[in-house]
């Protein structure tokens, strides 16, 4: 049997694990934390699986968040704020659904369907002293953590045409909230302030039952970059009214669904204020004695959460390794990886270039968003990209020509469908 070690318990490693479970290969899992450690842990992320990802998880079983308990995003609510312009606000609707579940649930119950189905599950913190004894020990080795681990991600080479920043491009301001109502229908609200920085609201399944994750993306000297910094724990209260005031003054589309009387952080621990900086790395790494490393996750393409693209990406590539190392019986070699490689190269290349677009965007990316908000058909079909985002890239942002083309496309001049 084909043993696999798999280092890190992201959405990569897991997806990958399950693909090779069923697959029949062994697959071991190497953790740095226990299920119950991640349940009682600080906010690590927020997360918003786009349909693509939703069906993979659906042809795993692993599709445990659905209509029965969870809220499902059926599509976004854009809003634009630009000096000397009236603030845009419209409607794209999703084909098909996404859905929002605190992390620190979602990775505990895949770990407890793993061991169910036969994977073995250590915990232990490995470091780059570790991997020729991992590999020795395994025919397939994959590592999936690596944003903050250095050594770890010093195996694998930056792709320098796809890490175009050398610090970070954000200041993150991510916490969990009660008190903000659901748009109508439910969705994702993608809120920019022009200048200043974007927010992500998400209707997310928290610990504590719904709730709604604000994600600040604040700019260096903008208004908001004090976010960041701000220090809940010294004073609650001063936390909680200067985020009202930066909803009011620039994501005005937000702060109307805000009831000032209940809004408050559901837990001190739900709160994650950070930066880091965006990198893409070479997929594989060959060894001293000759073995392979397989990259996937945020160790492949640390991403910005701007764009909600980091956990679907991981999980695609995750599920294009299992692809290729169970067609090749489990049987790695620099062809393999090459041809891996080759094979998500447009995804790759053009989610990371869409992210980017968005972290430092054009002039002509306002202007979309007013014909968008000027036609129904645009926003929608911009919207349902999200499921396949290497497309808005290459069929819409790459440059001013690919983006007027696209906008030329689209004939109607029926408004974009407003919120109830």
């Not at 409607?91 to 061991?115: A, H, N, T």
């Not at 439910?186 to 039952?209: F, K």
Request: net charge negative.
């Amino acid at each position: 049997m084909v043993s696999a070690g798999l280092v890190g318990a992201g959405v990569s490693s897991l997806h990958l694990g399950f693909r090779l479970l069923e697959a029949g290969f062994r697959a071991t899992l190497y953790a740095q934390k226990r299920p119950e450690e991640i349940l009682g842990g600080k906010l690590q992320n927020s997360v918003s699986h786009q349909y693509d990802t939703v069906q993979r998880e659906q042809a795993l079983g692993i599709d445990f968040w659905n209509d029965s308990n969870c809220r499902l995003a059926r599509g976004h609510n854009h809003w634009l704020q630009a000096p000397g312009m009236q603030s845009l606000e419209f409607w794209g609707s999703f084909d098909g659904y996404g859905k929002c579940v605190d992390y620190r649930m979602y990775i505990p119950r895949l770990m407890e369907e793993f061991e169910k189905r036969g994977g073995d599950i250590v915990y232990r913190d490995l470091s780059a002293a570790d991997i020729d004894e991992l590999a020795d020990h395994h025919q397939v080795v994959a590592i999936g953590v690596g944003k903050f681990r250095s050594s770890l991600a010093d195996f694998f080479p930056r792709q320098e045409e796809l890490s175009k920043h050398t610090e970070p491009a954000r200041l993150l301001c991510c916490g969990v909230f009660e008190g903000v109502e659901d748009t109508d229908p439910v969705g994702v609200t993608i809120s920019i302030s022009v200048g200043h920085g974007e927010l992500i609201v998400l209707p997310m399944e928290n610990q504590t039952g719904p709730a709604t994750a604000l994600l600040f993306e604040n700019r260096r000297g903008g208004d908001l970059e004090d976010l960041m910094s701000l220090d809940y724990e010294a004073d609650p209260a001063a936390f909680e009214c200067r985020i009202l005031e930066a909803l009011e003054l620039h994501h005005g589309s937000t702060y109307r669904r805000v009831d000032h009387k209940p809004f408050t952080l559901t837990r001190p621990r739900d709160l994650l204020q950070a930066s880091f900086t965006t990198v893409t790395r070479r997929p594989w790494a060959e060894l001293s004695n000759g073995k392979y490393l397989l990259a996937t996750g945020d160790l492949r393409c640390t991403m910005d959460p701007v764009t909600g693209q980091g956990a679907n990406l991981a999980s695609y590539g995750a599920w294009m390794w299992a692809d290729h190392i169970i067609a090749a019986g489990g049987q790695v070699d620099e062809a393999l990886c090459r041809e891996y490689e080759r094979s998500v190269a447009y995804r790759t290349a053009g989610t990371v270039n869409f992210n980017n677009a968005m972290l430092d965007p054009e002039p002509y990316l306002p202007e979309l968003m007013h014909a968008m908000a000027e036609n129904a058909d645009m926003a929608d079909d911009f919207t349902r990209r999200f499921a396949c985002p290497e497309t808005l890239w290459w069929e819409v942002l790459k440059d001013r020509q690919t983006c007027d083309a696209y906008m030329a496309r689209f004939s109607s001049t029926a408004p974009a469908a407003a919120l109830h």
